[in-house]
């Protein structure tokens, strides 16, 4: 599972990198990252 940290290495890339690699990657690595702590922030 993804960290928090890599989620901000991953947004310390080149903008040119980032935008490549950002829409395939990002989404699915964010909700993997995040929705575990907002669910448990929800409940």
Not at 2 to 11: E, F, G, K, L, V
Not at 17 to 31: C, K, S, T
């Amino acid at each position: 599972m993804p960290t928090t940290d890599q989620m901000s290495r991953t947004a310390r890339l080149p903008p040119w990198l980032l935008n490549l690699v950002a829409p395939v990657v990002g989404p699915r690595r964010y909700r993997q990252t995040y929705l575990p702590l907002r669910n448990a922030a929800l409940s």
